[in-house]
């Protein structure tokens, strides 16, 4: 179970501006350690997510057999690597399989995930796989491109770089022209 210690990490950041020494103007970082930690409190809240109280049983029977596409899902997350910040948007598709979820679940789903420590990788596996298992999909597929602040302002110094990933699943996976089909219309 997921429990945030608030106070362990205010009293760490506290340590790590007390290791900056006279650099710093204490006045204005004074409250900063209970605000980083308020802070994580919010940007990690998918942990305590759970994705069938998101859904609700907005699952509605439609006779729909075409892909539903979801685009431009804006997201923030923290890379697990060096806890900064990756950005970017999120295109989901998915074939129904007599059931269609109701819009808003989807980038809801997105929330759970992206609020974790995260990699992009396993960030578009997990939100494809939800959407598949939890609709009973024919198939579903999610692209993720994104910008990584650990690739931007540190190391490399990249900033205009983008990392692409993409999960299918289902018919997405197994049919060539599903899949093309899927790309095609986020493109």
Do not use: W
């Amino acid at each position: 179970v997921f429990n945030l210690n608030k106070k362990l990490i205010e009293n760490s950041f506290k340590k790590i501006i007390d290791s900056l020494g006279d650099i710093v103007d204490l006045k204005g970082v004074k409250d900063t350690p209970k605000r980083v930690a308020n802070a994580y409190e919010e940007l990690l809240s998918g942990y305590t997510a759970n994705i069938e109280e998101i859904i609700n049983n907005a699952l509605f029977d439609v006779e729909y057999d075409q892909i539903v596409i979801v685009k431009n899902i804006k997201f923030y997350s923290l890379c697990e690597h060096h806890i900064l910040p990756f950005f970017g948007k999120i295109d989901i598709g998915y074939l129904p399989n007599s059931k269609i979820i109701g819009l808003s679940k989807i980038p809801r789903i997105t929330q759970v995930f992206s609020k974790r420590l995260q990699v992009q990788e396993r960030l578009t596996e997990q939100i494809g796989k939800a959407i598949f298992e939890n609709t009973n999909a024919l198939g579903a597929g999610v692209v993720i491109n994104a910008q990584h602040m650990c690739n931007s302002m540190r190391g490399v110094n990249m900033p205009s770089t983008e990392m692409v990933t993409s999960s299918l699943f289902g018919t997405f996976k197994s049919d060539d022209a599903t899949r093309k089909e899927f790309f095609d219309l986020i493109k």
